[in-house]
Every structure is written in C-alpha cells, then in structure tokens.
C-alpha cells in the first residue's frame, strides 16, 4: 500500500461532550462524518493544557520530559518547564521529512518561549525549526479571529482581507492549508504530506460570524442542567458513555438554571449561542479541508486524526466575559460590562469567552475541566479516519491511551520507525506506544498500563484501570480557589481513587476502602515524577521561577524607535506597566498634523499616543473600558520634541503629555497597567496602527505623514522604580 498521507486536526478548549459525534445537539456534520466512516476513542486523554499537549502529540513523549510542563508564556530554569522541546526529543514532522514527506503547519503554535516570539527570532522552535516545510498561522496562545497576528514560515505577514470585508481567521487558515496540499499534490503527486493544522477555535476570543450566530437564537434558553442531562442521554445513546454510567453531579459553584435572573440567563444563554455558532462554523472550515481532499482522491489513504488540546475553558468566569482582558482586572465592572453588551457578545468590539457553567457541561459526564487533571480537563474526543487501514467504519473503541501514543502510531502506520539519531542528535526514547493494532481489533489491549497527568499542581495517576486524583486547587486568576473546594497546599491534598474501569466518569471515591492501593500509586506518581522532570512542583500562574533570558534577548531598559511597518513583539520592548516615559522627535512643518506616534493593542485593550489635528492625544483602553485626554494648545510649526510620560501612583497612575516643557494634558486611571495588552497581539507599532484602532477618534493605519515623525525614545522606570529623565531618554539600548 502506498504510504498515507497524514493529517491531524487539533481543536483548542474543546469538551468531550461538544462534538455531535459525541452526543452534542451542535451541529458539527463534518466531524461526524469522520466519526460515521472512521472510529472514535472514548478514553482518550490529554494534558489539560495547550502548549503541554502539543509538545506530546508532536515528540511522542511525556511534556514534562521535553520541557513543556507548562505554558511556552512562563519559562522556568527547572529542566520540565524550560518551554524549550530539545534536539534530542525529533517531532513528529522532522522525521517524516527525513522519510520523505512534505510537511505542513497551519495555525495555533505556542511552542516557542515568549522572547523567542519575535520578528528577529531565532528561529529554532518556529514551526520550520522544527520540522515543518511550510507555515501558517500565529505563535501564541491566542489571537483575534478578525485582525490576527500572522506568520508565513518565518516572517510576520498582514492578513489578506480586512474584516469589513468578511475576513475570518478559521476561513483563512483553511485557505492556506488546502493551498499547501494543492501546491504539494501538483507538483511532488507521489510524495506523500503531513499536514498539522490546529484551528484556533475554540479558544478565546469567540468570534463568530453573525449569519452562523443566528441559527443558534434561542437554542440553549432551557439552560445547563436541561442541556447536561440531555447530552448524556444521547452519550448513552449512541454508546460513547456506558448505560450504566453515572454522571458527575452538579456542583455547587454552577449554580442551578431556575435560580438566575431572566438578565443573566439571557447574557449565559447568548454567549452559549455564539460558541455554538464558532464550533459550526470551524466544523464547516473543516469539511472544506475535506471536500479538497476527497475531490483530489487523497482521503481514503489520509489517516486524519482529530483531538482536542484539553477539556473546556472556564477562563470566561460564571457569567461569561464580553472582554475576558477585565475578568482579572476589575470583576464586577467586567460582569457589568457584559450584560451592557449582550447584543455585542462576540462581535468585533468584543474578545469573548463563555460562562463556565457551559464550560462544565461540556465536559459531560466528567467533573471539571482544563488545567486540572480529573477527567474534565485530560479526556477529549478522538476521531480517526482512514478508509485504506481500518475494518469496521463508525466503530467504538474503548482502550485507554494518551496523546503520547499519536505518533508512535503514525509512524507504524507510515512504515517510518524512529531514527537512533537526527539531524546528528542521539534521540532519547519514546514514551507513547502506537494503537494501530486497535484500528482493526475492537478489542486488544491497551498498549500501556500507566500514565501520569500534572498541570498546575494537580496531580493524577492512571494505572491498570484505576486512577488517583489530588482535589488540588492551584491560585489561578479565576474565581476558581474561593468558589471549588479542595487542597491549597500539597501537603494537605486528597488522593482521591476512582475505578474507571467500573466507574466511567470519575464519580466515587474508594480511596478509605483501598488505602493501601492508594498508597502504591501515590509512590507510583513520584516515581513517574522523577523519571519525567516534573519536580519541583508549581501550582502557580504568577510566582513561578522565570528562566534568564539570553543576553541578546533581555527586555530593554530604554530604546529608540523609527517609524516603519513592522511591530516590536510584546516582551521586546521596555515595561510600561511600572512607570515609563517616551519622547517624540517630529518635524511638523506648517501645517497641523495628524497620526499615530506609539500603539499597542486595539479597542478591547490598548493604548495610543497620537496626533489629532496637531493636538495630542493619549488613549487608553482597558478591556473594553475606554479614557481618553487630548492638549488642548496644538503643537508650534517646525521641529520638536513631545512626550508622553507614565508614573504610578496609589490605586493607579497618570499619563501625562508634555510639549515645549510644559505638561499639556493629564490622564488619570485606576489600577494598573495591563503586563500584557494583547495576548498574542501584534506588539508595539510605531508610526502608524493596524487592525482594530485603541478608539474610534482615528481608523487604522492612521500613519504619520511621510517624514514627520523621526524616531521615539522609549524608557522604563521598571529597573530602577523612578520615572526615567532626559538623560535615560538620550541613551538608546545597545
């Protein structure tokens, strides 16, 4: 048989429960087709967390062992939470490329330490450093679904569209990866593909276009608890869910549908209609990568493999977020922000997230969700689809296995084994074990007995088909430590034990009756814990040890800046948050002028110094809540400088803009300055602005004119906790 083609689809923030296949009412036809003609795995499980996930599918082994313990956005010196895959541990497409495939990525990476994000690399853990030919798609965790910031191979690149004209992130993406494949089959037809393409859906920012969000109107007004039991009645049904499982009860921090307010369950219920809606309309982007590949005759020796990164995210909070930016900042004004713009929910003003008792029911049958290592946040739907190697179509299968196991599978099925070296690098060994004998054998065994799960400090163990969970509740940003019960310190964590072999969704606690099997698999753990890198423990967002940065790539105290198309990447440019100040240096001429001088981010969270009609003006929004002061003496014709200044103060700070020496207009604001202010933004321009503006007094790009604006200096007061002086400001970053 000719070698297959390879495609996997990673979904973002997707439950067990979400996919029709799965026993959801949303409508997702494509995927379900994929379910009808292939199989689907219903204990299959994964890390809780994105950039943890994606480093196992892709090496084949533990996430802890190749550095990925956590987020790619929090280094840490600690060998498993480096963020940095080794050489020693080949991806997946390195050595299918060296087998002779093309191999392609398209969308969601998050594989890179943060400062390594960044126009002038390197490049090494860039998607093309490791492994793929071609890429496509952002870097981050997130970005918008209407003004993304992009990424071809290794370059920054605008988005083709705008989205006045109908630009979506989804459909772009889609674009790209059926391009990728034509361009391959054209020109190399007996070359066989892989083609990696991890939609950015279902993470925040929800975004959804309007015509899809309208077949959902009124579809979840019964609410949670009516959906919930609904779902596992068709889970038991169509026979991913035992008869005879019982479900996680409902917990007390989902509060029960008949006790909100009519106000609040038209905000939950909208912004339900409006995930909805994203799921449909990436289940469609989908079908399109399908329908190329069936009009082509390619599909049927396609494996195509679909999974989710972890369970559902409750990073929404119990109401949902019209700006989830503010949800840490200021709750209340968020939770009132977003019932003032409940018809705006998810359109472009917004950067949308869920309310988490969607997010719960989700996952059913399971109990909570991502980050955390019960069942709701490391078991997810997979799908495998591959006419050329399978039996029976539209089959279950039940065995127990990890993301770990995908490309020991892949390349068994491809005929590739794993080379000893690669690229000169001696290639440490794999912990995942292939499941291609289950694609024709209902009913072989499991290709592993143990598996250990940690994100955040909670802890899990599956072993022989039981499992032990801690109730460890690590101090997320969320509500998540006052509202769910459990251990905030590891020495006073719970192990929990649950026979999942009798007990599908995780529901009763037999650790009194077993202690002493609780006892073994407790030793088991640190004995898997050691041998993955995993110590020392974490449990924390903030506070983590933060690894030293290269030399060459330390957050400047101070910099100067020439107008141009390109951004500085966030992390790359000096702090802001603690106190700055910028200087201008512009040739006016006679004229009154206008443009942007420094932007960062948009109008769901950012800030703008610019010239309006020769006055100038800061702008400042914080997650959706905008302020504004403007001079009111215009700027004098010819040469000068400007500046604009930042210093803190008690419960906040003030912005001040400076001409002739003089301070022109003050601005104050309350709390602090965001550290980030677009996650997965585009970074600091200068000169001009993109995308979304910061507020609507100007449109985008807004540039200076041609000549005007020489350059900008740009000081932090974070090294030394003052605001810098004109002699900071003189002195440019070497």
């Known amino acids: 048989m000719t070698r297959p083609n390879v495609v996997t689809i990673v979904l973002d923030d997707t439950g067990f429960a979400q996919l029709g296949c799965f026993g959801s009412d949303i409508s997702t036809p494509n995927i379900d087709a994929l379910a009808a003609d292939g199989l689907r795995y219903n204990r299959f499980h994964v890390t809780a967390l994105c950039s943890p996930t994606r480093a196992s599918l892709l090496t084949g082994r533990n996430h802890h062992r190749v550095g990925m313990g956590f987020l790619t956005d929090i280094p840490s010196p600690d060998p498993g ?122 993470h925040a ?26 779902i596992v009645a068709r889970q038991k049904e169509i026979g991913v869910v035992p008869e005879d499982a019982e479900p996680t009860p409902r917990p007390p921090w989902v509060r029960p549908w008949d006790e909100l307010s009519e106000e609040e369950r038209r905000v939950t219920a909208r912004s339900m209609e409006i995930f909805a809606a994203y799921l449909s309309y990436t289940d469609a982007q989908i079908g399109r990568l399908l329908d190329h590949l069936r009009e082509t005759g390619t599909l049927d020796n396609t494996i195509v493999m679909l999974i989710s990164d972890n369970g559902t995210s409750a990073e929404g909070g119990p109401n949902g977020s019209f700006n989830y930016h503010g949800l840490h900042r200021d709750r209340e004004a968020n939770r009132e922000l977003t019932f ?56 279950l299968r039940d065995q127990f296995c990890h993301v770990a196991d995908l490309m020991p599978t892949l390349l068994e099925a491809a005929g590739v084994p794993l080379p000893e070296q690669l690229n000169g690098v001696e290639q440490i060994s794999l912990d ?10 209902p009913e072989v065994a499991a290709p592993r007995e143990t598996q250990y799960f940690e994100c955040a400090g909670s802890r899990s163990l599956y072993h022989r088909g039981w499992k032990i969970r801690t109730d460890h509740v690590g101090p997320t940003p969320l509500l998540e430590r006052e509202l769910i019960p459990g251990s905030h310190e590891y020495d006073e964590d719970h192990w929990a034990l649950f026979h999942l072999d009798d007990d599908f969704a995780e529901t009763t606690d037999l650790s009194a009756e077993h202690p002493e099997l609780v006892r073994e698999m407790v030793q088991m753990w640190w004995t898997e814990a050691g041998r993955n890198q995993v110590l020392p423990l974490n449990d924390g967002y903030t506070g983590r040890p933060q690894a030293e940065r290269p030399a060459t790539h330390r957050q400047p105290a101070r910099m100067t800046y020439r107008p141009g198309p390109g951004s500085v990447s966030e992390f790359m440019y000096p702090v802001l948050h603690e106190g700055f100040a910028m200087a201008a240096h512009l040739d006016g001429g006679d004229d009154p002028r206008s443009g942007i001088i420094v932007a960062v981010g948009d109008w769901t969270q950012g800030l703008a110094w610019y010239l309006h009609d020769g006055h100038q003006v800061v702008s400042v929004n914080y997650a959706g809540f905008s302020q504004r002061a403007e001079s009111s003496t215009p700027l004098s014709p010819g040469e000068q400088e400007v500046r604009l200044s930042y210093r803190l103060r008690e419960g906040g700070g003030t912005f001040e803009l400076h001409q002739s020496g003089t301070v022109v207009a003050e601005l104050p604001v309350d709390g602090p300055l965001p550290v980030r202010w677009q996650i997965g933004g585009p970074g600091l321009r200068i000169g001009f602005d993109a995308g979304f503006p910061v507020d609507e007094t100007y449109a985008p790009p807004y540039a200076m004119e041609s000549g005007v604006l020489k350059h900008v200096e740009v000081a932090s007061a974070f090294a030394d906790a003052r605001e810098p002086d004109d002699a900071d400001l003189a002195r440019t970053h070497e």
């Open 205 to 230: 920012p929800i975004q959804a276009p309007e015509e899809w969000v309208r077949r959902y109107e009124g579809a979840f007004d019964q609410g949670w608890d009516v959906w919930r039991d609904a």
């Open 81 to 202: 939470y480096t963020c940095a895959v080794p050489p020693s541990a080949g991806t997946l497409p390195s050595v299918l490329k060296q087998a002779g495939y093309s191999t392609f990525a398209v969308g969601k990476w998050h594989l890179t330490p943060r400062w390594e994000v960044n126009p002038a690399g390197p490049y090494d853990r860039w998607p093309l450093g490791l492994g793929f030919e071609r890429f496509y798609g952002f870097l981050s965790a997130e970005t918008s679904q209407r003004t993304p910031t992009l990424v071809r191979d290794n370059s920054y690149v605008p988005q083709p569209r705008t989205p006045d004209e109908g630009y979506h992130l989804m459909e772009d993406l889609t674009d790209e990866a059926i391009g990728f494949i034509r361009d391959q089959q054209q020109n190399t037809p007996d070359r066989p593909f892989f083609l990696y393409y991890a939609t950015s859906a279902m």
């Open 340 to 395: 003032a713009n409940v018809e705006d929910l998810g359109g472009d003003r917004s950067y949308m997230q869920y309310a988490w008792p969607w997010a719960w029911a989700g996952n059913t049958p399971f109990w909570l969700w991502k980050r955390f290592t019960a069942l709701g946040g490391v078991r997810t739907p997979l799908v495998v689809h591959w006419p050329d190697g399978f039996g029976t179509p539209g089959e």
């Open 432 to 441: 995942g074990a292939s499941i291609l004998d289950s694609f024709l054998a």
